[in-house]
């Protein structure tokens, strides 16, 4: 029977070996490749990938392969070949713990959100900041008591993408995207048809390479703004830049409403928010590095004013997700930065780990006689 | 044996004391603040002296010259101890730099290189420009050379204010300025330095031609007071505890005690007491010397309250004398040779003093991170210079136990090698200062400190075990393979089997607990960080292996192959990764450290190499001879 056949292929302790194998190879030259392109990239490449095209050609299985080839071998020999007898039931314990483990690293792959929150003193923030992805903000500022932001987020950074809401007068074509540019002051005013308008009259982006520490990254876009009423021929209608971390927000006013448009990392917003009432920072006495540093912060949810301590180690847990002191900005006023974390396969680590260390201690001290005793 | 022998040795030196020498017991026990830690004068002297000579104790034709004797010599002494040849410089480039006559024994003196340095200054103020990774290792040296100096003339400096140097023979003079004595020291006339600069300033102003014998006294002496004057930019030597609730945790140094204004009747008699110090020295009194030290002690435990625990500070001298892992790896060493000597006479009593020696080794290696545990309040596994003892310890630890259960010498022969390798190479990380430094905010938890990297560091030692006993399969193999069957080779197998799973046992458990810390700290169990990476590949490899074995794929040769193998892979994980100095595990880099693991680990694999190869070969041999 074929079924029977793959299956015991994949549960054997030979499939794991040669699978293993490939883990190693990746796990080796993803770890040296990271002091070259930074742990992001060599993350997504190496670990976090289906297929790796070496030299742009030739694709070879990438992180996730090797890992899910184990899980099912592993999940094929617990469940189809492993008879419980005493001398085994050590291993069969801990298999059942790796698996664990397997599950928990798929579901915070799959489930897991992680950014960070930066809080001055005195200020309450609701929302935290992704490490990594991009988002482009259309911000409408025309109501005076509150902002309504139109968030578009990394698929639509493309060249070719439109961006358009239904409550938006006006649609953007992406023309150009680089998540890391270089900027080169316009020598001359190109002659062409676009209406340049604003940073886009001045300057040119233009695709950098990526740096090591992805923190570093500048990302850009250029775009028309297309009013979805051909008609209208407003002022601010042609083609705009917009880079992260911008000198000049880029405004622009439409049908008589305000709008700012910018690129900024995501922002993912919590049911709450918290605020940050002091940060301390000790250290080591008559040296400048630190001893400890904690936030006092109030947690606000609704009605719900509760004091709080984020310290190193000791984090602050509230309707799953986690805030970790990360570090923290001197200047005028202290700013606190907080590690936030919404993770569904917190627990599973913990228990695993118990499971495997029972099971293999288990199976060290049954076979321990046989490995350690003196030949007669 | 070894311990009674050192105990009695202590206990009858210390009454070599009394008044034909000066003491420095008293004085090297008093307390002071020096990069975040409270410890003894004793451990201060020999990380300035460590840093600047290589050793802590200066190597002399007629005497040794200890940290102390140094230190102190260079306070009350400094026109001798600016001739004494301390200053290590071995790279050629640097001495060619800043142009020093080249010495043959590769040491300068003070007054040498502080003349070079003052003339490269504005070559040396450029390079420190330059950020330190783009530097050449010369220029490197050349800038931890100049702040080693800086850092030596502050201490040389530190008491100045005490010390009595100016000299005021008019009784105008005198008078003016209140001294009632001709030699007297900046701090007697502190009170008194505005009417000073104020005459001083009248004298210059009033245009005079000549001035009389006691104005250009007074000029000069205000020429004199502003130059030691500059020293209260001594920070280093904080020798004064805070007196005053608000001073916080700051200890002074003399200077600043005077300048902040943290004084108190004791820190007056604390500069007394000092003051006294000084030509004691410089007469030979040795009387006086040592009875002042024995003041000077009392006082400063009595400032510093219960900031300081004169027990830990007395265990603390007691382990900076003792050099604990000196005496350990003397005695590893002493068992290797033994036990080779076992093998040309005396069979079993050589084995058994091996085994005697390997034993009284480790225990001096336990008790000396035992008491680095008492005295920094923490596990011995905070740095990578305290994983190198700690592994080592372990790895002699395990090999006891082995030799104790299947004895025949193996045991002794695996502990005596690592004992041997581990601790020297901590011996390497030992001139980067303070080993006894403090920790970073994140490392700073008992409980993970204690868990994760001493399981991790368990698993490290247990790999070397593994590695080790492969080694000798190996060989043994290669010989039987020869010569036929000489030794039980199918044991060793299965011994080298339970001592992967023992490794996979604590490699595993380890890595978990890092993840479950980074958890607890940072919010992730895993971020595919070189150390993480590092610590999964040790895991992956004993389980590639293991599994390897059960399926058939390796017979017994291979797997001790990959075995062997396996130290290279504990080695890259350990040292490796901070070679790539990414993450947020980049702590504790070594310059040294790429060469030297390099070699070994070429060594590792071509050895574990060759040997499958050859045996092979036999095997193969064999298989067409009988066939």
């Not at chain 2, 730099?97 to 010495?103: C, F, K, R, V």
Request: with cysteine.
């Amino acid at each position: 029977m074929l079924i029977k056949k793959i299956i015991d292929q994949l549960g054997s302790a030979k499939f794991f070996f040669y699978s293993c194998a490939w883990l190693i190879i990746l796990l080796v030259q993803g770890t040296i490749a990271q002091k070259y392109i930074g742990l992001y990239q060599a993350q997504n490449i190496y670990f976090s990938s289906w297929i790796i095209w070496v030299n742009d050609l030739v694709p070879i299985p990438g992180g996730y392969i090797p890992m899910g080839v184990i899980f099912f071998g592993l999940a094929a020999k617990i469940i189809f070949k492993s008879p419980l007898k005493k001398r085994t039931i050590g291993i069969y314990i801990t298999h059942i713990g790796a698996l664990m483990l397997l599950v928990g690293g798929l579901l915070t792959a799959m489930f897991g959100q992680e950014g960070s929150m930066t809080i001055p003193e005195g200020d309450t923030v609701s929302f935290y900041t992704d490490y990594h992805k991009v988002e482009l903000a259309i911000i409408d500022q025309s109501n005076k008591e509150n902002d309504t932001t139109y968030a578009f987020q990394d698929g639509y950074l493309e060249e070719g993408e439109t961006i358009k809401h239904e409550k938006l007068p006006f649609r953007l074509e992406v023309l150009k995207y680089c998540r890391n540019c270089n900027i080169h002051r316009k020598t001359t005013v190109a002659n062409s048809n676009e209406k340049l308008i604003g940073f886009a009259k001045r300057f040119k982006l233009s695709n950098a390479i990526l740096k090591i520490e992805d923190s570093e990254n500048r990302a850009g876009v250029v775009f028309r703004l297309i009013p979805n009423d051909i008609n209208n021929k407003e002022d601010s209608v042609g083609t705009y830049s917009v880079i992260e971390f911008m000198p000049v927000e880029q405004t622009l006013k439409f049908e008589g409403k305000d709008y700012i448009i910018g690129l900024r990392h995501q922002r993912n917003h919590l049911p709450f928010s918290i605020k940050l009432i002091d940060f301390m920072k000790e250290n080591h006495a008559s040296t400048a590095m630190a001893k400890s540093y904690k936030s006092e912060v109030i947690l606000v949810d609704n009605n719900i004013n509760q004091r709080n301590l984020i310290q190193m180690n000791d984090p602050l847990r509230y309707k799953g997700y986690t805030f970790y002191q990360a570090s923290f900005m001197e200047g005028e006023s202290q700013t606190t930065v907080l590690a936030v974390v919404k993770n569904v396969g917190r627990l599973f680590p913990y228990i695993s780990s118990i499971i495997m260390c029972f099971g293999l201690l288990i199976h060290l001290i049954l076979a321990s006689p046989k490995l350690f005793k003196r030949e007669s | 044996m070894f311990k009674i022998l050192i105990t009695i040795f202590v206990f009858l030196n210390s009454f070599i004391v009394s008044a034909s020498e000066f003491s420095y017991s008293d004085l090297s026990m008093i307390p002071v603040l020096h990069e975040g830690r409270i410890k003894p004068l004793d451990t201060f002297a020999r990380v300035h002296l460590l840093a600047i000579y290589g050793k802590s104790t200066i190597k002399n034709k007629t005497k040794n010259i200890s940290a102390n004797v140094w230190m102190w010599e260079t306070i009350f002494e400094p026109e001798v101890a600016f001739d004494r040849r301390v200053f290590d410089i071995r790279n050629t480039e640097v001495v060619e730099a800043l142009s020093l006559d080249l010495n043959q024994s590769h040491f300068y003196t003070f007054n040498e290189i502080s003349v070079a340095l003052r003339a490269n200054f504005e070559s040396i103020s450029k390079l420190r420009q330059i950020s330190r990774k783009s530097q050449t290792p010369a220029q490197r040296q050349i800038l931890d050379l100049y702040m080693k100096t800086l850092r030596y003339y502050e201490i040389a400096r530190s008491f100045s204010l005490v010390e009595k140097r100016f000299i005021l023979r008019s009784e105008t003079n005198q008078k003016l300025l209140g001294v009632n004595h001709i030699l007297f020291s900046y701090k007697d006339i502190i009170g008194k330095l505005d009417v000073l600069s104020k005459k001083v300033d009248d004298y210059k102003s009033s245009n005079k031609d000549k001035m009389n014998s006691d104005e250009q006294e007074l000029i000069s002496l205000y020429d004199e007071v502003s130059r030691i004057g500059m020293d209260d930019r001594t920070t280093v030597f904080r020798i004064i505890p805070p007196q005053f609730k608000h001073s916080g945790d700051n200890w002074f140094s003399p200077w600043q005690a005077l300048n902040v204004g943290a004084g108190t009747p004791k820190t007056v008699e604390f500069y007394r007491l000092f003051s006294i110090l000084g030509p004691a020295y410089k007469i030979r009194d040795y009387k006086l010397f040592n009875d002042t030290a024995k003041s000077l002690k009392t006082l400063s435990f009595e400032m510093a309250n219960d900031r300081v625990n004169e027990t830990i500070l007395g265990l603390e001298i007691k382990y900076n004398k003792f050099e604990l892992f000196y005496s350990a790896i003397a005695l590893y060493i002493f068992s290797f040779l033994l036990l080779s000597a076992s093998f040309l006479f005396l069979k079993s009593r050589m084995q058994k003093a091996a085994f005697i020696s390997l034993v009284t080794g480790f225990s001096l290696h336990a008790a000396g991170l035992v008491l680095r545990c008492v005295i920094m309040n923490r596990p011995p596994v905070t740095t990578l210079y305290e994983s190198t003892l700690f592994v080592g310890a372990i790895a002699v630890l395990f090999a006891v136990i082995l030799e104790i259960v299947k004895k025949g010498g193996m045991g002794t022969f695996i502990g005596s090698i690592l004992g041997t390798v581990l601790l020297f190479l901590s011996f390497g990380y030992l001139t980067d200062g303070d080993s006894m430094g403090m920790l970073a905010a994140v490392l700073d938890t008992n409980f993970w400190l204690a868990t994760h990297v001493v399981t991790i560091t368990i698993g490290y030692g247990c790999c070397f075990v593994a590695g080790i006993l492969s080694h000798v399969y190996l060989v043994q193999k290669y010989l039987e393979t020869k010569n036929g069957k000489l030794f039980n080779t199918k044991e060793l197998a299965r011994n080298i089997l339970g001592a992967a799973l023992v490794a996979l046992f604590f490699s595993v458990l380890g890595t978990i607990l890092g993840g479950i810390w980074a958890d607890q700290s940072w919010g992730r169990f895993w971020g595919w960080d070189p150390k993480e990476n590092g610590a999964m590949l040790i895991c992956l490899w004993l389980l590639f292996l293991i599994h390897g074995k059960i399926s058939g794929v390796l017979k017994d040769t291979g797997f001790a192959v990959g075995m062997v193998i396996t130290n290279t892979v504990v080695a890259l994980a350990w040292f490796g990764v901070n070679l790539l100095a990414v993450g947020l595990h980049s702590y504790g880099f070594t310059e040294n450290i790429a060469l030297n693991l390099l070699y070994f680990c070429s060594s590792e694999v071509l050895f574990a190499v060759i040997f499958g190869v050859l045996i092979m070969i036999n095997k193969n041999d064999q298989r067409k001879k009988t066939a």
